[in-house]
C-alpha cells in the first residue's frame, strides 16, 4: 500500500525566509502533484510532476522530483504571507486504468512579519 | 469554462440518516473521483467513476456509495450516518484518459452529522 509522509506539519517562517516542504513516498508513481488549501476552502492545483529531474516554478515556489529517490520538495523562496495555507502533496496510483491519489498529511505554513 | 460544482454546499444531517451530494465536472471530463477530507485522517479517496463505472474504490464501509450519469454527473450517498462521517466531501474531475492527468477539484461539500 501506497504511503505518503509530509514534513513538516507545520512551518512557521518570517516573511523574506526560505524553506523546503518534503514529500516521500513509498512505492514507485509516474505521477506527483502539490496542492495548496486555504482555510474552510478546496483544493488549488500547484505543480504536477510526471518525470525524474522534473522541476517547475510558479511564482516563490518550485517543486522538484526525484524518482529514485521517492522525494518531491516543495521550496519557498523570499516567504510573503500571501503564501500562507496549508499545501499537500499527492501521488497518484494505478490499477489497471483505475487511478486514485495518496495524500500526504499536509504542511501548514504560516507566514509571519 | 465552468469549473467542477458540488451541491449542497453545507449540510446538517443527524445520526442514522442518509445524505446525498452532488459534483458536476468540468465540461467534457469523464472521471469523477470523490475524496474525504476529516481532520484526524487527512485526505481519502472514497472512489472514482469514469463513463459511469466505478474504476477504483478506496477503504471505506459500504453505507458509502456511488454513481455517475451519462452526462458525468456524479452522485455520492452515505446511509445510517455516523458522527464520525462529518468531513468535507471533494470532488475532482479530469478527463480521465491516459495522459490527460490534471485533477480539478470542487469546493467541496461539508456535511455535519449530529
Known amino acids: 500500500e501506497l504511503k505518503v509522509e509530509q514534513n513538516p506539519l507545520f512551518l512557521s517562517m518570517q516573511e523574506g525566509k526560505n524553506y523546503t516542504i518534503y514529500c516521500n513516498y513509498s512505492?514507485?508513481?509516474?505521477?506527483l502533484y502539490w496542492y495548496r488549501q486555504d482555510p474552510g476552502k478546496s483544493l488549488e492545483s500547484l505543480f504536477v510532476?510526471?518525470?525524474?529531474?522534473a522541476v517547475k516554478q510558479e511564482g516563490r515556489l518550485m517543486a522538484s522530483l526525484d524518482t529514485k529517490a521517492r522525494l518531491s520538495t516543495l521550496h519557498i523562496t523570499a516567504a510573503v504571507h500571501d503564501l500562507s495555507a496549508t499545501y499537500f502533496c499527492?501521488?497518484?496510483?494505478?490499477?489497471?486504468?483505475?487511478?486514485?491519489?495518496?495524500f500526504g498529511t499536509g504542511t501548514r505554513l504560516q507566514v509571519t512579519l | 469554462k465552468a469549473g467542477v460544482t458540488q451541491t449542497p454546499r453545507y449540510l446538517i444531517k443527524t445520526r442514522g440518516q442518509q445524505v446525498t451530494l452532488s459534483c458536476s465536472p468540468i465540461s467534457g471530463h469523464r472521471s469523477v473521483s470523490w475524496y474525504q477530507q476529516t481532520p484526524g485522517q487527512g485526505l481519502q479517496f472514497l472512489f472514482e467513476y469514469f463513463s459511469e463505472t466505478q474504476r477504483n474504490k478506496g477503504n471505506f464501509p459500504g453505507r458509502f456509495s456511488g454513481r455517475q450519469f451519462s452526462n458525468s454527473r456524479s452522485e455520492m450517498n452515505v446511509s445510517t450516518l455516523e458522527l464520525g462521517d462529518s468531513a468535507l466531501y471533494l470532488c475532482a474531475s479530469s478527463l480521465g484518459t491516459s495522459g490527460r492527468i490534471e485533477q480539478y477539484f470542487g469546493p467541496g461539500t461539508r456535511l455535519t452529522v449530529t
Open positions: 499527492a501521488v497518484a496510483s494505478h490499477t489497471g486504468t483505475a487511478s486514485k491519489l495518496t
Open positions: 510532476l510526471l518525470s525524474n529531474g
Open positions: 512505492t514507485t508513481s509516474d505521477r
